[in-house]
């Protein structure tokens, strides 16, 4: 697999950089006074990111191919995981699952606004009680003749409360089977959202509960065929596992660049502390896992760009499945360590979020639990040895 970067990417690698340069000071204002950052949606529009792997067909969208997308999502997890966040649950989970599984009507309807930024995306699966295993979830509708009613609540959803627009998924009622998705609008009647306090990490970006009480959505919006939720549900999964990976690769970049100024600047007994050779094994540790994952990650951006276009391959569908989950897993686990090798190189500094690494400390947690946790993952991959029938979630 040819990994070169192209000079399309290139460019494309060069405004997201510009945008990352503009943001950094209104993510750092926003994170020391733990708010959500504003900029985030401004700043990316203005680049002309907010749609960059949806067709050019639609509003402001770029048509970028899939390991584009995630060159330009590892440059941007280098601002951190919230701020990568904001844009797969917007992008990767939100308006990929639409251009992927929506009819043209309701393509042109929310994609459009969606690039522009003009209407922030969500995806709503996890709810309180069923979040490993979201076919237990407990949404229902109900085919009310000329709309469907739904009622249900969704839980730790990113964009949550900030929201305009919400893919969810929701079962007939009275049923535990025929799951269905719908696109859902937060000025229908009956839905409501709430911001999630308290989080371990990324203040600066949006995490929420949303809330359908006996909620109208009209007949036009189900997407994609009834009763295929779940399917939808984990083809969107595959698309939002690998921007979480790819935005963990800037993670651990922008760790081994913080750690490696420091080391070079930082004496202690009479040297610089880069000269020491333990403080050396966690750059060496780190850099290497930063090759690896690169490797996985890219691999699988690949699989996914075939997959895509070859629909119908069931098999390749399935590779790219599980490359996408080893990715994800090893990536998120990879950045989790340099965050925290990158910590204790800082000594008592990393201790402040004054400086970076705390941050990616505590913001990179969560890449190990949302979007399948790190035991689903690996069970995942197990069983692609072993087989479906040593599936252990089932
Ligand atoms: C900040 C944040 C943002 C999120 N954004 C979204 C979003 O945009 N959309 C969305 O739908 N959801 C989102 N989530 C939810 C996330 O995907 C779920 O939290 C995740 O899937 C895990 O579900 P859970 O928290 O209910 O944990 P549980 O499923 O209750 O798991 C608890 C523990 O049990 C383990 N476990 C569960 N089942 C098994 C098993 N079969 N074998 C072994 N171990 C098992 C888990 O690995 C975990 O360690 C987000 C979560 C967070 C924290």
Same mark, same amino acid.
């Given at each position: 697999?040819?990994?070169?970067?192209?000079?399309?990417?290139?460019?494309?690698?060069?405004?997201?950089?510009?945008?990352?340069?503009?943001?950094?000071?209104?993510?750092?204002?926003?994170?020391?006074?733990?708010?959500?950052?504003?900029?985030?949606?401004?700043?990316?529009?203005?680049?002309?990111?907010?749609?960059?792997?949806?067709?050019?067909?639609?509003?402001?969208?770029?048509?970028?191919?899939?390991?584009?997308?995630?060159?330009?999502?590892?440059?941007?997890?280098?601002?951190?995981?919230?701020?990568?966040?904001?844009?797969?649950?917007?992008?990767?989970?939100?308006?990929?699952?639409?251009?992927?599984?929506?009819?043209?009507?309701?393509?042109?309807?929310?994609?459009?606004?969606?690039?522009?930024?003009?209407?922030?995306?969500?995806?709503?699966?996890?709810?309180?009680?069923?979040?490993?295993?979201?076919?237990? /979830?407990?949404?229902?509708?109900? =085919?009310? &003749? #000329?709309? !469907? %009613?739904? *009622?249900?609540?969704?839980?730790?959803?990113?964009?949550?409360?900030?929201?305009?627009?919400?893919?969810?998924?929701?079962?007939?009622?009275?049923?535990?089977?025929?799951?269905?998705?719908?696109?859902?609008?937060?000025?229908?009647?009956?839905?409501?959202?709430?911001?999630?306090?308290?989080? /371990?990490?990324?203040?600066?970006? =949006?995490? &929420? #509960?949303? !809330? %359908?009480? *006996?909620?109208?959505?009209?007949?036009?919006?189900?997407?994609?065929?009834?009763?295929?939720?779940?399917?939808?549900?984990?083809?969107?999964?595959?698309?939002?596992?690998?921007?979480?990976?790819?935005?963990?690769?800037?993670?651990?970049?922008?760790?081994?660049?913080?750690?490696?100024?420091?080391?070079?600047?930082?004496?202690?007994?009479?040297?610089?502390?880069?000269?020491?050779?333990?403080?050396?094994?966690?750059?060496?540790?780190?850099?290497?896992?930063?090759?690896?994952?690169?490797?996985?990650?890219?691999?699988?951006?690949?699989?996914?760009?075939?997959?895509?276009?070859?629909?119908?391959?069931?098999?390749?569908?399935?590779?790219?499945?599980?490359?996408?989950?080893?990715?994800?897993?090893?990536?998120?686990?990879?950045?989790?360590?340099?965050?925290?090798?990158?910590?204790?190189?800082?000594?008592?500094?990393?201790?402040?979020?004054?400086?970076?690494?705390?941050?990616?400390?505590?913001?990179?947690?969560?890449?190990?639990?949302?979007?399948?946790?790190?035991?689903?993952?690996?069970?995942?991959?197990?069983?692609?040895?072993?087989?479906?029938?040593?599936?252990?979630?089932?």
């Amino acid at each position: 697999m040819n990994f070169d970067i192209s000079d399309e990417q290139k460019l494309l690698l060069d405004e997201v950089d510009r945008a990352c340069k503009e943001l950094r000071p209104f993510e750092d204002e926003a994170y020391l006074a733990g708010k959500f950052n504003q900029h985030l949606a401004p700043i990316f529009k203005k680049a002309q990111l907010l749609g960059l792997p949806i067709s050019r067909r639609y509003g402001a969208g770029q048509g970028a191919d899939v390991l584009s997308y995630a060159l330009a999502l590892e440059r941007i997890g280098q601002e951190g995981t919230g701020v990568r966040t904001f844009l797969s649950g917007h992008i990767s989970l939100g308006q990929v699952t639409i251009q992927k599984w929506a009819n043209d009507e309701q393509k042109d309807r929310y994609l459009a606004p969606a690039t522009r930024g003009e209407k922030i995306m969500c995806f709503g699966l996890t709810e309180p009680t069923a979040g490993s295993d979201p076919a237990s /979830l407990r949404t229902t509708f109900e =085919d009310k &003749g #000329s709309y !469907f %009613l739904l *009622n249900g609540s969704k839980a730790w959803i990113s964009n949550g409360s900030i929201a305009d627009v919400a893919v969810v998924f929701a079962y007939p009622k009275g049923k535990r089977e025929g799951m269905s998705s719908f696109i859902v609008e937060r000025d229908f009647e009956g839905y409501s959202s709430q911001q999630q306090k308290h989080k /371990l990490g990324m203040p600066t970006s =949006d995490t &929420g #509960s949303i !809330f %359908l009480d *006996n909620c109208r959505v009209p007949k036009e919006n189900l997407m994609g065929p009834p009763g295929k939720g779940l399917s939808i549900a984990f083809s969107g999964l595959m698309s939002g596992r690998l921007s979480v990976a790819a935005g963990c690769l800037g993670v651990i970049e922008d760790c081994i660049d913080e750690a490696v100024s420091y080391a070079r600047q930082r004496v202690q007994h009479g040297k610089q502390i880069g000269k020491h050779q333990l403080i050396q094994r966690h750059l060496g540790e780190m850099s290497t896992s930063l090759e690896a994952a690169k490797n996985v990650v890219y691999k699988a951006a690949l699989l996914k760009q075939k997959s895509d276009s070859n629909p119908d391959n069931k098999d390749l569908r399935d590779y790219a499945d599980v490359m996408i989950a080893k990715a994800k897993y090893f990536a998120s686990n990879a950045s989790f360590d340099a965050a925290d090798r990158t910590v204790q190189i800082f000594g008592s500094s990393g201790y402040s979020f004054e400086t970076r690494a705390p941050r990616h400390l505590v913001d990179t947690r969560v890449c190990r639990i949302y979007e399948g946790t790190d035991e689903i993952m690996v069970q995942k991959i197990a069983v692609s040895l072993l087989g479906q029938d040593y599936e252990a979630y089932r």
